[in-house]
């Protein structure tokens, strides 16, 4: 398949620009277009409890969601739809409804006469679950299995018409056909074909109330996916309103960090009208995450200028890092590095957390007092008056860089603005120093971006460090900013660290744990065990919070290691593409364990099942005492 360029996903990529699609009526709200982005959320009750998933849906609408979505298994809870909506409506609530429906056309086209909005998969809209089996497929068979996801597919649809219903197309990572598994693999490509199968079926049947999803549990397929499905659309003179979300993102400060990563980068480049950020807690807390996560983005509509530069040597549809020269222990095969600034910090401890590399001091007092395994650097004044520079590196800046003629490693803190023909010929001579890439702007990714565009356009190779600064007093504001600022230029491969400044009451250790997160949740350096685990939904058959809970307890010491953590089997499997080991749902408190995809034991009693899979990690040599 033939690669889109690498800017026509994006409107401007110097430049907060939304991207322009149509508007879709999901009710008394639409979606697209010049409208705001809608805040949504999913239940997680039985939806056959009418009044308990009304309720849960009314603390989601009360929290600010603007969609409430249901599980929808079968006809039954198809039907139920119905007298959930009237519930809501009793209580003064016309929020849209949107039925979930996997495997089951005929619980969609119920679905479809009683409530506003409907999403299908097409990895399993027809054909069942995926059995990834791989089918040689020939472009006869191809087309015949085309075929019959149109008969079951244009019904659906003239349902919708007839009674105004919006659809969700839904394509996961982990739920592809083994129709495009066989031909196009787990790629973003394939993910890509699966939405654009189903788009060019509703064009022809002159079908266009439509929203789009392209979803993983990996934010670097997730990201580098939507972007491919925009230029693609757009080659197709397509422009459908796209739904946002990562996935199986987890809970507390992890789930947080990995979606702020993944939704975040793709907001900063005006892709996203409608967003949910899946967390394994209860669903009114994603709304208030969703909210922050906009807000943050949204107020940078009409910033000052970024002087565009010319783009070479970036891949926005594939991982591909940046090529930098090693200084000391950054750029080149390095992992990203953690340089924890402890300028202003009241009380500085590094008890209890993972090490940073570096610590930015103010004074050689603070520096002797770091532990040794993190190397102090110094302002350049500051340094000048010290004796052992083997162990201490400056930090220069565009004040005092001239200054600076010493063969020493050096730390340069610039931004964009400062990178000036005389300080990119001094950056030439000093193959030796390290660039900290800092920002004032309000759109300060993209800022960073061009700064990083332009050093590659100028054959500069420095390892590349990130520094933003925050004044914030809360850690969920402080995790979602920081992770939608710097997630993107990981996930693109365009820096070799981190480094978050913040003035406001957080403690250091909360700012270093909140930098380690960033690069676990972009992937590009994997610092404690990662939990992929699903937010849950009706056809969760077991305390899955709770369950999540007892797993991280006892596997978090892990480094490394990846656990799903499933509450059925709709994308459980193909979630955990690239999980060491998975605990599925299979039944009313039956749960089956998975080694990467191969199931090891099947339908444990749940109670059971924690035990079994710390036994399966200990069998197959993957456990360290903690």
């Known amino acids: 398949m033939e690669r889109a360029s690498n800017t026509s996903y994006c409107e401007n990529l110097f430049q907060y620009k939304k991207n322009p699609t149509c508007s879709v009526h999901v009710g008394q709200i639409e979606i697209g277009g010049d409208n705001p982005i809608r805040i949504q959320s999913m239940t997680t009750t039985n939806t056959l409890d009418t009044e308990g998933t009304a309720q849960q849906a009314i603390r989601i609408i009360e929290a600010g969601g603007e969609l409430v979505r249901v599980t929808t298994q079968g006809r039954r809870e198809a039907r139920n739809m119905e007298a959930i909506k009237a519930h809501i409506l009793e209580k003064g609530y016309d929020t849209p409804l949107v039925a979930d429906i996997h495997f089951n056309p005929n619980a969609a086209t119920i679905a479809a006469q009683l409530i506003e909005k409907v999403r299908i998969n097409p990895g399993n809209f027809t054909g069942g679950a995926k059995k990834f089996e791989q089918i040689d497929y020939t472009d006869a ?73 392209i979803k993983s549990s990996n934010t670097r397929i997730m990201v580098h996916t939507v972007r491919l499905l925009v230029a693609r659309m757009k080659e197709e003179k397509m422009n459908f309103p796209l739904h946002l979300g990562v996935t199986e993102a987890g809970s507390e400060d992890e789930g947080r960090i990995k979606s702020a990563v993944g939704s975040g980068a793709l907001l900063v480049d005006g892709l996203g009208d409608t967003i949910r950020v899946s967390l394994t807690e209860e669903p009114e807390n994603e709304i208030p995450v969703a909210k922050k996560l906009v807000a943050h983005i949204v107020q940078r509509e ?153 050093m590659n356009q100028y054959g500069l190779t420095h390892p590349v460090i990130l520094h933003q600064q925050y004044e914030e007093n809360e850690k969920d504001d402080f995790q ?43 992937r590009v350096r994997f610092s404690k065990t990662e939990f992929i685990s699903c937010p849950g939904c009706g056809r969760t058959l077991f305390d899955l919070q709770e369950t999540a809970r007892q797993i991280k307890a006892r596997t978090s010491h892990l480094k490394g290691l990846k656990i799903g953590i499933m509450g059925c089997i709709v994308n459980g499997v193909g979630e955990m593409a690239d999980a060491d080991y998975g605990y599925i749902g299979s039944g009313p408190d039956k749960v089956s364990l998975f080694k990467n995809r191969e199931l090891i034991q099947k339908n444990i009693p749940r109670h059971e099942a924690v035990d079994a899979l710390i036994n399966l990690i200990k069998e197959n040599g993957d456990w360290v005492d903690s």
């Open 302 to 454: 009409g910033h000052a200028a970024i002087e565009p530069v010319t783009i070479s040597e970036f891949s926005p549809y594939s991982y591909q890092r940046r090529e930098s020269h090693e200084v000391l222990n950054t750029g080149k095969n390095n992992v990203p590095v953690v340089i924890a600034d402890i300028r202003n910090i009241s009380t500085i401890s590094f008890e209890g957390g993972q090490l940073p590399e570096y610590a930015l001091c103010s004074s050689f007092s603070e520096a002797s007092k770091l532990p040794e395994e993190v190397k102090a650097i110094l302002p350049y004044e500051e340094w000048k008056t010290t004796t052992n520079h083997s162990a201490i590196s400056p930090l220069v800046t565009l004040t005092n860089y001239k200054d600076f003629t010493a063969s020493e490693t050096a730390f340069f803190m610039l931004s964009y603005p400062e990178l000036s023909e005389k300080v990119i010929n001094f950056l030439k001579q000093h193959p030796e120093i390290i660039v900290v890439l800092t920002t004032n702007h309000i759109n300060g990714p993209v800022e960073q971006r061009t700064a990083i565009f332009k």
């Open 480 to 522: 979602i900013k920081a992770a939608a600022d710097t997630g993107i230029l990981f996930l693109d491969g365009l820096a070799d660290g981190l480094m978050l400044s913040n003035q406001g009451t957080l403690p250091l250790s909360t700012i270093i744990e909140t930098q380690f997160g960033i690069l676990q949740a972009s």
């Open 141 to 213: 068979c191809y087309q015949e299995e085309l075929k019959e996801v149109e008969s079951k597919l244009v019904p659906f649809l003239n349902i919708c018409k007839e009674h105004h219903t919006a659809v969700r197309i839904g394509t996961n990572h982990g739920s592809l056909s083994d129709r495009i598994m066989s031909r196009f693999g787990d790629t973003p490509e394939g993910m890509v074909e699966s939405c654009l199968e189903y788009l060019r079926l509703c064009k022809a049947h002159d079908f266009n109330d439509i929203v789009l999803s």
